[in-house]
């Protein structure tokens, strides 16, 4: 017992391996955060006057709130006026026309990241809209999906060349008044990545978007905005790593999907930002607000998520079931180790008849990790023959960590059928001794241990990016999970 | 006693039969069999009035009358029974408990005093014995915990108690090795007699080693493809579903020409 | 729903305090009159809880907090009383009945009891000083809200059940609370102490007529010695008109075993918080429940497994059957702390629900700060079985019939491990559903 503790801890000391950091030309707004400032943001990037007014009305909205209390995270509390809002690489034209054109630090550090963005990568059939700090430097892909109708871009660009797309859907899913972090976002949000998939069409590639904090102190307020029309079928892909800092960074963006009639989205997200040293010093704060909105009839939602970084994750990608026979989806690993705190979960919301939900929660706490599953599952009484089933189970590594689990579940349709199940254990011995008798080190049987755990949440990643979680989850646990 | 015309019947809107005929008398044992999905669980449930198997055409007469008219407990007072292909456990509930319940349903049904505590018990550990059950399993809630031999055992005792004019076996013989079938087998042929009719639905012949049936049919494409007597069976276990299922297919080619 | 402070309850209470004060019981112990003055500032201070409370999600006690109870009690009518008695008496019990909130000495049959046990009521110990209670006679109740707030400043009245070691309760102690009257605030508070090895079997039972408008706001107190063991059965029958606020907690002392029943049938508002702590190694917590709802009852049950230290047992199943408009609460909380390794916790809340308009909402949750622990909780919302449903239809058996026997049946397991016999025959005639005809 005492021999195998001390392995573990070794295991899951490792160090964030994505810790470095770009000295770059920063051109950035001055710290803190007003209406002067909010204005600022919004010349800058030229916008349309609705834009402006709906940043200012989320900021005027956004003083009367308070934070939230209510989530299972302790952290020091947040000076909102200690941030900078805004911050781009220093353009040397109006922008890059091409990688040529790119600053080749930035490209050194997508690099080391393994972001596929120079041309072997349009081999890898993935479109990058990479965002550095706040801004997309570059895209690629952009002309064939162009030519079946995709728009694929930085959300600056939408707001520039598909104002009445963004007027129509910004805030439609997730409203500016929704929550304090949310409601921030809508005030000072910089960039982002927008799609739109016209109806009837199936991307035929994995879209995908590296986040990336670099500058010091700045916050990071991304928004996404993913609309399938009728019809359509879009894949997303999120992955994010950040340079080592010392200081916390604050992050909180706002994705929003909608899915209208016989729509599909899938949206996965590898989460790799910085966690903190081993004593809790430093690391991401990641209050996020994911919702998509099955709009209309026959719509599907998915949300995948393998939470293994940041020094505390807040998030809770949710689905609202609106369209009859919609269908919502959540799969989730959530790993937390040393300091970290992880409160995540999910809403799904039943609106329309017949919807379906499926929630599957995996949790690992290890060190003093402490890892809450937070659901609701709402049934309202429009929802006749609603199903939910819900399924969260923990491991535990460790005698230090905590694993939590709220789930809400709230039935107000009696043909409704809703289920939770929820185990927390700790790794079996007698799953490792029996590994450890057939020859297999106790960090690689913890390895497989975990790794089997996830597995049927990593069976709903895409190919390349199921390989990269099983890697990450390699971060914390060991080297070669095989 | 049985008579079922160009029956038709959908599942979650998918056709199911396509026009199932059959005649059953009374005195009379009949195998239904069939290949995987041919429509032979589909035509039992239909008999039993399950929820969510419509008939979208034809009829079917029990007794002179129209069965599709009678509510699922009605049938079964009328002296339907359908052994389960997968009996429901129903916790809370004590075995014994609903075989009570249910006979003293049907005696009231046709006019009889209610069995008393005495007479019930006397019956029902007669009935125990031919089924070779222990008399444990009375007190169990019906079906939960039981293995899959004792709920097909348990199935064919209710059929023992409530004594039906016209009994359903839903793939009894699946899952049974082969004592188990031997009891089932016995429990059945003790049942057989002028008054009462039989179904045998089957994916196996080997049932059909035990109870010898009158008549056989085999069900494909949800239509009775084939009939003829116990040697049918035989032949099926020889040379497989797949010639019957070709014949099948080939008139309803023709249809689908002709309509084109 | 808000609660403005100018609700009639609250105030209400506050004003009452100052001329009753001097006239409840153990008014001569400082240590009392300290406590009883300490709660009913924090009162005014904090008012009831409202919907904002974490605790108090799903339930708005906006209709208690806008009447205003009285809290003397007034002659009553002892003929229709004892007719309330009769129709509740369990056999074979120790009965101790309180009527509108203090006991009725000749209503009540403690019987002849061992030696070592006392069975009384609260009041009298407190007018003979206090015996050696004062560390547990009242808890702290830094945490409590409003309602055990308002139950600590006002109690009149209550069972004292106390057990020296080894002491053993042939027979169940049947503690019937009447509110007979609407418009009365009542707040009985009970103090059971089971000493080391000791065994009781406690039926706390709360009834009222249909009519009135009254607030039942009770809290029991257990503490179990080593290797004790009660057996609590709460039962709730308050009139359709009735609020009815319970906290149960229990202390548990090494190898001791809790085992709590909660069956919740009356009251149109009706919350029961019921928790224990396995304050010690090895302890067993074993706690059930049913809530039958209709018309448009609000039942709300918050339970607490509070694992403290290692190798401690729980088992926990809550069901409920809901029709009508009625809406049910469920709140699991099972907590598993840093020290207590080897804990052991299942939980499970179903319901079912009836008509269109009856709700549940449920969180079953868990904490959990060790590692060496098997927990799970489960939770399900549904109709009745199709399937089940349809066999017993194949049977031969009536629809309506059919449904009545499953709802009896999915209700019936509320009553495993009930013992005493008349007890549970009392329990088996007021299950929702029916057998429709005897075997």
Known sequence: ?482 | MLEIRNLHATVDDKPILRGVDLDVRAGEVHAIMGPNGSGKSTLAHVLAGREGYVVTQGEIRYLGRDLLALAPEDRAREGIFLAFQYPVEIPGVANIYLLKAALNALRRHRGEAELDAVDFLSLVKAKLRLMEMDEALLYRAVNEGFSGGEKKRNEVLQMAVLEPRLAILDETDSGLDIDALKVVAKGVNAMRSAARAMILVTHYQRLLDHIRPDRVHVLAQGRIALSGGPELAQELESRGYGWVEAEARQPQAGVAGGQA | MRIGPDEPCVPGLLSAYPSLAARLPGAALPWLRRRRDAAIERLAARGLPTTRDEDWKYTSVAAIARRAFGVECEAVALDEVRAMVQRHAIGGTRRLVFVDGRLVAGLSDAGRLPAGARVESLATIADEGGGDAEEWFADGADGADGFGLANEALWRDGAWIDLAPGVELDAPVHLLFVTTRSDLAVFPRNLIRVGAGARATVIEHHVGPDGAGYLSDTVTRIVLGRGARIAHTKLQQEGRKGFHVADVAAEQGQDSAFVSHAFAFGGQLARAAIATRLGAEGCEARLSGLYVGSARQHIDHHTCIDHARPRGTSRELYKGVLDEAARAVFNGRVIVRPDAQRSDALQSNRNLLLSEEAEVDTKPQLEIWADDVKCAHGATVGQLDADQLHYLRARGIGESDARALLIRAFAADALAGIEHGPLRARLESLLPGALPEAV
């Not at chain 1, 391996?17 to 920063?26: K, N, S």
């Not at chain 1, 550090?109 to 120079?118: I, M, S």
């Not at chain 1, 959300?155 to 520039?160: D, H, K, N, P, R």
Request: aromatic share 10%.
């Open chain 1, 1 to 482: 017992m005492g021999k195998r503790s001390v392995q573990l801890d070794e295991l899951i000391s490792q160090e964030y391996r994505h810790g470095f950091y770009t000295p770059l030309d920063v051109d950035a707004v001055p710290r803190g955060l007003s209406e002067d400032v909010i204005r600022l943001i919004s010349a800058k990037k030229q916008e349309p006057a609705f834009m402006l007014e709906w940043r200012l009305k989320a900021f005027r909205h956004w003083l009367t709130m308070t934070e939230p209390r209510w989530a299972t995270v302790r952290h020091p509390p947040i000076d909102y006026q200690d941030i900078v809002y805004y911050s781009a690489p220093r353009a040397k034209t109006d922008g890059p026309k091409s990688l040529d054109e790119v600053d080749p630090e930035l490209l050194r550090t997508y690099e080391k990241l393994g972001v596929p963005l120079a041309e072997r990568e349009l081999l890898a059939g993935v479109a990058v809209d990479a965002v550095f700090d706040s801004v997309s430097v570059a895209t690629t892909f952009k002309e064939k999906l162009g030519a079946m109708g995709i728009i694929f871009c930085s959300f600056s660009e939408a707001v520039q060349n598909h104002p009445d797309l963004v007027q129509e859907y910004l805030g439609s899913v997730v409203p500016y008044t929704d929550n304090f972090f949310a409601t921030l976002n809508s005030a000072v949000f910089s960039d982002g990545s927008f799609c739109y998939i016209p109806p009837g069409v199936r991307c035929p590639m994995e879209l995908s978007t590296y986040f990336r904090i670099n500058a010091k102190n700045t916050g990071q307020f991304e928004r996404t905005l993913i609309i399938a029309d009728r019809g359509a079928y879009v894949s997303y892909l999120e992955g994010c790593t950040a340079p080592m800092r010392d200081e916390n960074q604050l992050h909180a963006a706002v994705v929003e999907l909608i899915a209208r009639e016989g729509a599909e989205i899938k949206y996965s997200t590898v989460q790799n930002w910085y966690p903190g040293d081993k004593d809790g010093k430093g690391g991401i704060y990641n209050f996020v607000t994911k919702r998509g909105d099955c709009r209309e009839a026959n719509s599907k939602i998915s949300w995948t998520q393998v939470e293994t970084g940041s020094a505390i994750t807040w998030k809770y990608p949710s689905v609202i079931l609106r369209g009859d026979n919609s269908v919502g989806e959540f799969h989730s690993v959530a790993l937390t180790n040393h300091w970290q705190q992880a409160d995540t979960g999910t809403k799904m919301i039943h609106v329309g008849r017949n919807t379906r939900s499926t929630i599957l929660s995996k949790g690992i706490s290890a060190g003093h990790g402490s890892n809450a599953y937070r659901g609701l599952v709402k049934v309202a009484k429009s929802a006749a023959g609603a199903r939910n089933y819900t399924q969260c189970d923990s491991l535990l590594l460790g005698d230090r960590c905590a694993a939590h689990t709220f789930p809400y579940i709230e039935v107000k349709n009696p043909t409704a059928r809703v289920e939770h199940e929820a185990s927390t254990s700790r790794i079996g011995e007698d799953q490792l001794f029996y590994c450890q008798s057939r020859g297999i080190s106790a960090e690689d049987a913890v390895s497989l241990i975990v790794s089997g755990f996830c597995k049927e949440v990593f069976r709903q990643l895409p190919m390349e990016f199921a390989v990269e979680a099983q890697k990450l989850l390699g971060v914390s646990l060991e080297g070669s999970i095989g």
